[in-house]
């Protein structure tokens, strides 16, 4: 048995035929940026989303950057985001030079808790950036409600939650990353939706927004050598955007794969309180960027290591809260501010999850993750 985490290659030998045809093609025209198929995959993802622009970029990393930059934030100007994500969220704050101000998480779903928000506010902040992290989102409706008393940009970091559905308290229900003023998503080959190397986009529903992210993304320029502002080069290539084009059409059907296993793990770990399975937020759909439990009196580096023994991959998303970090020292945090993200990160455990898992597989993992937690190691 070898169970990885992703299993990008099953998933490729399903669709092998036409992206592989889709891929020669773009050997065969040369377009390798800004071919055809760039312009198409803008065009089908702003479609799936329901938003005006998506403009595409070379990585999720860049597109926050490319977002904040298109916001005109300076240097000292706050941005609130959470303690508990991947570092590209906040490292890309702290490059620009505005101050990541770092607040602790919800304990249900993980994503930023909008009761610390608000606190965090101070007459420098200029903008929010929560994360929907593993596949669901934040509590958006608060957190466009903080923000418009305070007058903050919403830059929503996507890259765990694409086709992820929020509905609003006020009855209305948008795609993960169309409901602040910009979202940023990656494609990174083991997102849910990936590509074969790197990739990333940025949506808007702003035309003036789409405009500057537009140019930022290619050196400040819309008259090729006549540069308006300062830019970054930032592309999803030709070749990538073709791979994208055909598993777009199948993301939901991907996600809904996603749900299926993570229905499965819920099921098997329903009566062990040693497992506390991932709450699903009644605002949020999840479409299950990771598989999240949070252990109770559990070794888990030897559970861990009993799973590997078994052919079975599992992963500790996050080991390390952001304010941890040695990149982070400079900045100065409350060490009592993050409770939930110290906790979560001693806790943690994701498993498996992914769009080829068959129950037979669910069944060997669950049963040895139960099969250590139920014994007296
Ligand atoms: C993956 C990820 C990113 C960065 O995406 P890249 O394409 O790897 O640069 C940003 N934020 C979160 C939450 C991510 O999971």
New binding site residues.
């Given amino acids: 048995m070898n169970i990885p985490m992703v299993d990008l290659r099953s998933q490729y030998l399903k669709i092998k035929e036409e992206v592989d045809s889709k891929i020669f093609n773009v050997l065969d025209t040369t377009a390798f940026i800004n071919g055809d198929d760039v312009k198409m995959f803008r065009n089908e993802l702003a479609n799936y989303l329901n938003v005006k622009h998506a403009i595409t970029c070379g ?6 950057q490319i977002a904040m930059m298109a916001l005109g934030l300076q240097p000292g100007d706050e941005v609130i985001s959470t303690d508990f ?2 570092i ?2 906040v490292e890309t704050i702290a490059l620009l030079k505005l101050t990541p101000v770092m607040v602790d998480v919800d304990p249900d779903t993980f994503c930023i808790d909008p009761d610390k928000i608000e606190k965090a506010i101070s007459p420098r902040t200029k903008a929010i950036m929560p ?1 929907h ?1 593993f596949g669901q989102c934040a509590d958006m409706d608060r957190i466009m409600e903080i923000a418009e008393k305070y007058n903050l940009y919403v830059i929503e ?1 996507t ?2 939650a694409i086709g992820s559905d929020f509905t609003s308290d006020k009855g209305w229900t948008k795609k993960a990353g169309t409901i602040g003023h910009i979202g ?1 998503t ?3 080959p083991s ?1 849910n939706l990936g590509c074969y190397g ?3 986009a940025i949506f808007t529903n702003d035309d003036e927004l789409s405009e500057k992210m537009n140019s930022i993304v290619n050196h400040g320029m819309e008259i090729r050598y006549y540069h308006d502002r300062i830019g970054v080069n930032s592309r999803l290539d030709t070749i990538q955007a073709a791979v994208l084009r055909v598993k777009l059409p199948l993301l939901d059907e991907y996600n809904l794969a996603r749900l299926s296993a993570a229905d499965y793990y819920d099921k098997a770990f329903a009566n062990c309180d040693k497992i506390i399975t991932p709450k699903r937020f009644n605002k949020s759909t999840h479409t299950f ?1 990771q598989y999240t439990v949070q252990l109770n009196n559990v070794d888990r580096e030897g559970l861990q290591a009993y799973l590997k023994s078994k052919g079975i991959a599992s992963a500790v998303y996050y080991p390390v809260a952001l304010h941890n970090q040695k990149a982070f020292k400079g900045y100065k945090y409350d060490p009592n501010g993050f409770a939930v993200t110290n906790q979560l990160c001693k806790t943690v455990l994701s498993l498996p999850i992914n769009t080829e898992l068959d129950n037979d597989t669910l069944k060997y993992i669950t049963d040895n993750v139960l099969s250590f937690i139920n014994s007296d190691y």
Avoid: E
């Avoid at 990585?59 to 926050?64: K, S």
């Fill in positions: 990585n999720g990393t860049d597109a926050l994500t991947f590209a969220t994360v992290l970091d890259a765990q940023c990656s494609f990174f997102k790197d990739g990333g960027h």
